[in-house]
C-alpha cells in the first residue's frame, strides 16, 4: 500500500517515546540501530512464528521477514456481533489527512464533528503546555480538579479503569495494526482468548485488512486517536479531529463505530474526557494500584531501547503479583506496533500469565466488565447508557464540580440541564471559570 514504510512505524513508536517524561533522546534513534546488522551477533530469525529467547529481545535484535498478511474475510460477511452490518466494501483512501499529524481543523468533516459538542458541557480548561507534569506546572498543581492522569492518575467515574471481578485480566494492545499483529492474533486464537484493540487511525487505513481480522476474530476494536499525539495539549478542535478521523477510519473499515477510545499515554483531563464522551467515546484506561503502580507491562521500553526484555519481564511479574492482591480484577497495557512487543507478548507475558496459580481469566476488556459484544459500536449497543450520549433523561456530573456534563441532547443548556450543587460553593475559581464558558 502506498502509504505503508516501516519507517511511519518507527517514527509513530517514537512518538510515543519522546513524550515520555523519562524517555533519553537516543531513544528516537531506535530504527538506525535496529537496522544495522552489525550492532548484535544474535542469529536472524528464520521463520515468522519463532520467538527468540528472552535474553535476545532487546533494542538492536536482528527483525525477521514477515509473511505476507493474507485477508481471510471479504466484503458482505456476517461479523459475530449480533445486528452488526455486514463487513463493507474495501476502505478507500481518499479523503483522509496526512498520516501521523494532527489533522487540519478547518476541513468540513472536523466541522460537522464539531456540532456533536453541542449540548455538553466542555469545561474551559486551558489546553495543558506539552501534556507533562513538568512542562506545565501550573496545570500540574490543578491536576486533582482537571482529573489530569498524567500527573497523579486521576480519573472519573465514567473513565473505565478496572475489570470489577478479581483476578479477571483484561488485556489491550495499542498502537496497531502492525504486520505484527498476525503473530499476536494467531495466539490469541491458540490460546482461544479475546483482547482489546486500541487502534491508531494513521495505521488502520495502512491495513484495514488487519483491522478486520482483529473484528472478525472476536476481538474489541477502539480508537486510539489518529496521529498518536497526547491530547491535554490540543485544542478541541485537534481533539475531535484526531478522534473523530480515527472513529472514521474503523467505521470506514469494519461498519461499525466504536463508542470507546484510549486516550496516548493515558493523557486525559476533564475537558479530553468530555469531548470524547459527547462523541459517544467511553475512556478506558489501564488500571493502577491504589499506591500508583501501573499495570503497564513496560515493553514499549524495550522497543525504545531503555530498558531490556529481561527487564521487562522482571516488571511483568510484579503485575502477577499486583493483580494477585489487588481486591478487583485489571486492565494491563501492551502493544502490537513492533516485533519486540509482540515478541515478549507471544512468547513470555501471555504464557505466563497463563500459567499463573492462583489463576487469572485473561479476557477482552469487554468481557471483564460483563458487557455485551454490542456495547463496543454504536450500531449493536443495546445499552441505553453506554455511551452516554444515549441518556435520554438526567446526566452526570462527571467531574463532580456540580455542573452536569453528559446530558441529552434533548436537553436545553440554558434550562434543567445544569445542577449547581452545594459543593460549587466551595469551589474554586477554577469551577467559577468553567461555569463562565457555559453561560
Ligand atoms: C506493583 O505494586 C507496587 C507496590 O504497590 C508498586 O510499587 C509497583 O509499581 C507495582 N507494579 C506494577 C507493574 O503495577
Ligand atoms: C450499560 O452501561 C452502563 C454505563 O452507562 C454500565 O454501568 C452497565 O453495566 C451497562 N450494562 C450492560 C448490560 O452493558
Ligand atoms: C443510541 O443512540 C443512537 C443515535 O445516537 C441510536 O441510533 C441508537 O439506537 C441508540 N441506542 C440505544 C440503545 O438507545
Ligand atoms: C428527544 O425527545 C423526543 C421526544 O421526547 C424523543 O422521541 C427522542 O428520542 C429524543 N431524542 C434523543 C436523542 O434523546
Ligand atoms: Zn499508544
Redesign the pocket.
Known sequence: MKFFTSALLVSSFAAIAEARLDTPLHARHAHVKRADPTTTSAPAQATYTTIPPLSEITFGMPTRAITAFVATHTPGETPPISGAPVLPSALSLTGYPPQDKIPPTDSAQVKEWMKELEGFHIPDISPTKDSTCAGDPAAAAQAAQRGWWTCGGHTRSTDIVSCPTKFDWGISFDDGPSPQSAILLDKLKQEKLHATFFVVGSRVIERPGMLIEEYMSGHEVSVHTWSHNTLTKLTNEQIVAELGWTRKAIRDALGVTPTTMRPPQGDIDDRVRAISLAM?LVPIIWTSTPDGGKFDSNDWRVAGGLITGVQAFDIFQTILTNGSTIDTGFISLQHDLFEITVDLAVGYFLDTALKHTPKFNLQSIGECLDYPAGNFY??T????T??Y??L?AGGIDVDGDGIVDIIS?NTSTTSAGFRVSASLLSSVTFVALALLGQL
Open positions: 459517544g454504536r450500531e449497543t443495546v445499552n441505553k453506554f455511551p450520549t444515549n435520554t441532547k
